[in-house]
């Protein structure tokens, strides 16, 4: 704090012993001692608790990186659920396409590639389902029936 030698406290303590005289000088040690003891926890508190706000800043900034981070994973995450989504239900449409052009196909050597029961009018059995006209489509997956 004060650059301070020795010597130089040595000519202090003289002179402060020829002022303040050698009744009254060890009671004022005494009470510059205590005055400085409480100047030191003073500075002390001081330094403790710029410490303590700045290691607070700190930490609210980390808290907000780390905030920002997991918005940023979970819009991400959002984003791929929704292309997810998207895709799924092309798929289903392209299914639901797919079986309705099986269902009015007129030649019978393709239907039966498709489907390979015998028909109703062909030798070797009897179909006792509808025509395929009449199938339903593919039901909706869970979670995806919604627009």
């Known amino acids: 704090m004060f650059d301070i030698g020795f010597s130089e406290l040595v ?5 402060a012993l020829i002022v ?13 001692g205590h ?3 409480r100047l ?7 330094k403790s608790d710029i410490s303590r706000e700045m290691e607070l800043d700190e930490l609210r900034k980390l808290q907000r990186d780390v905030q920002t981070a997991a918005q940023d994973l979970k819009s991400s995450v959002e984003h791929a659920a929704r ?3 998207t895709g799924v239900r092309d798929v289903e449409q ?3 396409a797919g079986a309705a052009e099986t269902a009015q196909l007129p030649d019978p050597d393709a239907a039966r590639m498709l489907d390979p029961a ?23 997956l869970p979670g995806f029936d919604r627009i």
């Open 83 to 85: 292309d997810v989504e």
């Open 94 to 96: 392209q299914l639901n």
């Open 40 to 46: 030191q926890r003073y500075v002390n508190d001081v």
């Open 20 to 32: 303040i005289g050698p009744e009254r000088l060890p009671k004022a040690a005494r009470t510059l």
């Open 11 to 15: 000519v202090i303590a003289v002179v």
């Open 35 to 37: 005055l400085f003891g």
């Open 118 to 140: 015998p028909l109703p009018n062909e030798p070797g059995g009897e179909r006792a389902d509808a025509a395929p006209a009449d199938r339903p489509q593919q039901p909706s």
